[in-house]
């Protein structure tokens, strides 16, 4: 399997999404730069982290008009798996691949620290190898991570199990309905503000986020590997 990682001007978590897939995985991946045009080489597009065009007017609104976009969007079209984090899910709401936006953190502060997730949905392409309601431990580093929608919205996310992750025990943003991670309708384009590619080692302090990159490799294989 082949991944891409998506690297805009400013993006500074780039290096560790390479890092967990190259290294924990065991998985191909490529540099792509935000000015490439075609992402049909690779199966799986990630979005990192970071600060894309200095998050000059609001957090991914300049990165949601780089060339590479429309070919990420039409990976999500294709059903490729598209997995924004912390500024990626931001880029992500930017562009419409998913619904509703992100806030400053309700204590106007940047948070730096391990937090607690539940996962909601582990019939995902992306958590298939977590428990339903497992807890699992997974840092945050933003800024602008307060998730809102409308109340219609919201309703969509619940009834279509949208909801991937929310905040267990302690929300530390104030993002709506406690809301961590979410998914398109179809289930192939994950959007979440912790960093899971900075829990795949027992020695960062949780090893929690490699099951999530265990899952894209194993739907993947579920799906394109014939075995006779």
Request: a negative charge; one cysteine or more; proline letters at 4%.
């Amino acid at each position: 399997m082949k991944f891409a990682v998506v690297v805009f001007p400013g993006s500074n978590c780039d290096v560790d999404m390479y890092h967990a897939i190259a290294d924990e995985l065991g998985e191909e991946v490529e540099y792509v730069w935000h000015d490439e045009d075609d992402l049909d080489r690779f199966d799986a597009i990630l979005l990192p982290g970071g600060f894309s065009y200095g998050d000059y007017l609001r957090s991914g609104a300049i990165a949601r008009f780089s060339k590479v976009m429309a070919a990420v969007k039409k990976a999500a079209e294709a059903g490729k798996p598209v997995l924004g984090v912390c500024n990626g899910f931001q880029i992500l709401l930017e562009a419409g691949l998913l619904p509703g936006a992100m806030r400053r953190n309700q204590g106007l502060k940047f948070i730096c620290r391990p937090v607690q997730l539940t996962v909601e949905n582990h019939e995902t392409m992306f958590t298939s190898a977590y428990e339903k309601g497992e807890v699992i431990t997974i840092p945050i580093a933003h800024g602008e991570g307060n998730y809102y929608c409308d109340e219609q919205t919201l309703e969509r996310l619940v009834e279509n199990r949208q909801i991937v992750f929310r905040y267990h025990g302690e929300n530390p943003n104030g993002s709506l309905a406690d809301i961590a991670g979410i998914v398109n309708e179809q289930g192939n384009v994950l959007g979440m503000m912790p960093h899971p590619e900075r829990a795949v080692d027992a020695l960062l302090g949780s090893a929690d986020g490699l099951k999530l990159f265990r899952s894209i490799v194993n739907y993947w294989r579920e799906t394109h590997v014939v075995t006779a």
